[in-house]
């Protein structure tokens, strides 16, 4: 039998979240997708409407299919967690079931269990302001939508992901180098997932001998960057320093993941993986 992976971050087809499921059903696998409630609507939409079909085409002309969308919002676990101006909004009311422990019990009706889970989402609704400036509020919010949000995915996936399993997020060199203008704790939420990486690959590991890496992915123009604002001074500038200089695509992000969700990377846990032309490399711009 294929491979089955959730991938959770999906509402258009130009993020990694999209490369990713490309890459991965490329490669054979079931995919399913996790979409942000309010971006529910537009993405089925588009989708039905044949909107992302050059986008869907597989090497062989196919178009790749998603098995099932499910509406998501990671920042909440259970429908107790979500607050009553949450529950009434409109974009909100018409969905169900969207929290991250009513998703998986989902899942696990709809298909049992899973073997890859993916986690390409973040959110800092301050990250235009300087970490300096930034509230607590944002601050908690940054790490609640772009941290805890992959803490609680594995944990309620975790007994539905098949033993061998390979679980995946996307980080962001900012964690570790100054990269002004990815504020309001954005920076400080790469850092915690990217530790907390390395513990969930023990954690997993040991419980259920599921491998937990992450990919440190140089700038990609997605709907996400282009609301940060300063994506394409990024874009310019990583093609400038890097070692390699070509723009990068999101399918070398999408392969990447694949590789790692595959037995090829069977001793690789705990690590993150720069696929970036080289940039993090770099001591100095020239
Ligand atoms: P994207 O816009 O394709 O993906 C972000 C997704 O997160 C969107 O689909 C959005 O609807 C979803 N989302 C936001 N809040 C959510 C919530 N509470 N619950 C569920 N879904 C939610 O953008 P992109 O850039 O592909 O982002 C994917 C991942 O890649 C993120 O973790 C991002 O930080 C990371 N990344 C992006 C880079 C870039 O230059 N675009 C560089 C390095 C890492």
């Known amino acids: 039998r294929g491979k089955r992976a959730f991938i959770a971050g999906v509402a258009d087809d130009n993020g990694y979240g999209w490369a990713i499921a490309k890459s991965l059903a490329q490669a054979g696998a079931e995919i399913l997708v996790g979409t942000w409630v309010p971006a529910l609507n537009i993405f089925e939409s588009s989708l039905r409407r044949g909107k992302f079909d050059e986008s869907r085409k597989l090497q062989d002309g196919s178009l790749f299919e998603i098995a099932k969308v499910y509406p998501l919002d990671a920042v ?5 967690d979500v607050p009553e101006d949450v529950k009434a909004n409109k974009r909100y009311a018409g969905a169900k079931n969207w929290t ?55 944990k309620h996936f975790l007994p539905i992901i098949n033993p061998g399993g390979a679980s995946l997020s996307l980080t962001y060199i900012a964690s570790e180098r100054i990269i002004p203008g990815y504020g309001g704790g954005m920076s400080s939420a790469k850092a915690a997932l990217e530790s907390d990486t390395r513990v969930l690959a023990f954690e997993a590991g040991r419980k259920k001998r599921i491998r937990v890496n992450t990919i440190s ?49 069977s001793a690789i846990t705990g690590a993150v993986i720069y696929v970036d032309n080289g940039l993090n490399a770099m001591g100095v711009g020239v």
Not at 105 to 110: A, F, P
Not at 115 to 120: A, K, Q
Not at 224 to 234: E, N, R, V
Request: no cysteine.
């Open 217 to 265: 992915a140089g700038p990609l123009g997605s709907r996400a960057a282009k609301a940060i604002g300063f994506i394409d001074t990024m874009i310019d500038y990583s093609y400038t320093n890097a070692p390699i200089q070509k723009e990068l695509n999101a399918e070398e992000v999408g392969n990447t993941a694949a590789f790692l969700a595959s037995p090829l990377a």
């Open 76 to 80: 909440y676990d259970t429908p107790e």
């Open 100 to 154: 991250v422990k009513e998703v998986v019990e989902s899942v696990k009706n709809d298909f049992g269990t899973i073997d890859i889970l993916v986690h390409s989402l973040a959110n800092g609704p301050e990250v235009s302001k300087l970490l300096s400036e930034t509230s607590r509020k944002g601050y908690l919010a940054a790490l609640s939508a772009s941290s805890y949000s992959y803490i609680s995915l594995l």
